[in-house]
Every structure is written in C-alpha cells, then in structure tokens.
C-alpha cells in the first residue's frame, strides 16, 4: 500500500509539471487552483475542512493583482474549465478522467470560441497579446543568458526568437494539453484527500481513450495538407495535429509501460515523455505512432488474452 501510496505522488508532481510545461501564457497558477475549487465546492462531501481547502485553491487561482487581458483570460478559461469538468461528472459518471477531461476541455473551447465571435478582433487581440509576452519572456531569458557570459550560437538565439511565433500559433493546442494535465491534478486531489483512494489514478499503462477520435487527428492531418483551405483551416489543422500527437505519444508510452511490465510510474513514464517532446523530437514522433497502432491492434488486450488452444 505504501508503494502504491508513492506512485500517486509521482503522478501528482508529474502532472502539475505539465500543466506548468504547456501554460502558454507562463503562469500556471490559475490552472492549478481555479478548477480544483470548482471540483471541490461541487462534490460531495462538503465539509469544512475541504471547502477550506477550496478557499485557499481559489485564492492561490486567483493569486496576484489584474494585470492585463491574458490575466483575465487565463482565470475566465480556469473557471470555465472546472465547471465543464463537473458538468461533465454528472453527465457521464462511468466515463473515464481521460474522456471527462477531454469533454470538458472541447467544451470550454467551443464556449470561449462563442464567446469571441460575439466580440469582433477579441481573437486577434489575443494573439497579439500572448506574441508579446511570449517575445518579453524570450528576450528575458535571453537576457539571463548573456549576463551569465554564455556564448550562444547564432542558431539557438535564432531559435528563442521565433519561439514566441511558435507559441502563439500553437497556444489552443498548448492550452488544452495543460487543462487535460489540470483536470488531472483537480481529480488528484478530490480522489486522494477527499475520498480516499490510494493512488487516486489509474496506472499508466491503462491510459486510452476513444478510438474513434482518430478520425479528429485525420481531420488535422488534411486541414493542414490542403492549403487552399485558408491559413486559419491551416491554424486549426496544425492545433489539432498537435493535440492529438501529444495524446497518441502518450498513449503510445503507456503500451510501450505494459509491454515492459509496468515498472515504469505514472509519474516518472510522464515527466520522460515531457523532456523527450523538447529534446527528442523523433522518439515522440515514434512513440506516437506506437499510441496510433495500438487504435486498431489494441496492443494490450492481445498481452492480456489467454493464448488459445494447441493445435
């Protein structure tokens, strides 16, 4: 039980990284506690011990003074985010944290996508505000760099510098993979201190979700081929790709944990897939593909299903 205890923890410390590692906006705070209050308040039990944890989530949500629109946005999204995931609770309570975060992140972004149409230039603003912060965070970092004395190559710095372009395209599909990490934390918490469980996730090695949700990564897949589409179906291809790669990579990681027995945590299997996104392009590439196989060869279940009888 002890063991079991500590590899809840693993998975917990993973996933706040990862909402931290995909926060586009850098600031992770919102993430962390807004959706987690909203959990907390709407569930049962509701007693004082855990609506003060609720409170002090949604102080630490909501922590700082109102800066700028992405600060207001970045906790409207939270809040929507938490809800949706409630929502999502009552609505299909045998589905899966996979399938309820998926159905509360694809919700909040169809409201938040609504919401910005009754508001024209809303989007554009957006992304004009989210380049410059990406750009000041580059250049700081830069900066940190140089006064170190650290001599970099002309490429890095070329790279930092479109960094921030990079970010703001892909920022739907950075945001919704740190609200799936988010809602993961949320349930973490409610599971561990408020029911009980130990650990509170199920193993990495039975993460999936539906199969048919290929055919959204297909959909992605031909937006961004067929460029006479538009540059916003492009937009919307390369988010989805994104998405849907980083879910099949991870899928792929949990096939590849069974097939090595399982020794690998939740937490460590995770916090490995997040450095090689970074630094081993390839190797995610390849373990993505492993997630797409195991769609239609269901790789686990042939592991698992008793050998037939001799001829």
Request: net charge positive; proline share 6%.
């Amino acid at each position: 039980m002890k063991e079991r205890a500590r590899r809840g923890w693993g998975a917990f410390f993973a996933l706040a990284f990862a909402v931290y590692t995909f926060s586009v906006t850098g600031d992770a705070l919102p993430l962390l506690g807004l959706p987690l209050a909203v959990t907390l308040v709407a569930l049962p039990p509701r007693r004082p011990a855990h609506l003060l944890l609720a409170t002090l989530a949604l102080l630490f949500g909501l922590a700082g003074a109102p800066r700028d629109s992405l600060w207001q946005l970045s906790r409207g999204w939270a809040l929507l985010l938490g809800a949706w995931f409630v929502v999502g609770l009552l609505l299909v309570p045998r589905a899966t944290l996979t399938g309820r975060a998926l159905l509360a992140t694809a919700a909040s972004a169809l409201t938040a996508a609504l919401l910005m149409l009754v508001r024209p230039g809303a989007l554009q603003g957006v992304d004009l505000a989210l380049a410059s912060q990406l750009r000041s965070l580059a250049q700081q970092n830069l900066a940190v760099w140089r006064a170190t004395g650290a001599k970099l190559p002309p490429e890095l710095v070329d790279t930092m510098n479109r960094l921030p372009d990079i970010g703001s395209f892909l920022a739907p599909a950075l945001m919704g993979l740190a609200s799936m990490a988010a809602l993961g934390v949320a349930w973490w918490v409610y599971r561990r201190l408020v029911v009980g469980d130990q650990p509170p996730l199920a193993p990495l090695r039975e993460f999936r979700f539906r199969d048919d949700l290929v055919w959204l990564l297909v959909a992605g897949i031909v937006l961004v081929l067929v460029p006479w589409i538009g540059h916003g179906a492009m937009r919307a291809g390369s988010n989805i790709v994104m998405f849907m790669g980083a879910l099949y990579a991870l899928r792929g990681l949990a096939v590849l944990v069974a097939l090595a027995g399982g020794a690998l945590g939740f937490g460590g299997a995770l916090l490995a897939l997040l450095a090689a996104l970074s630094i081993l392009p390839l190797a995610t590439a390849a373990t993505a593909l492993v997630g797409l196989t195991d769609t239609w060869l269901d790789i686990r279940a042939r592991m698992a299903a008793p050998p037939g009888p001799a001829k």
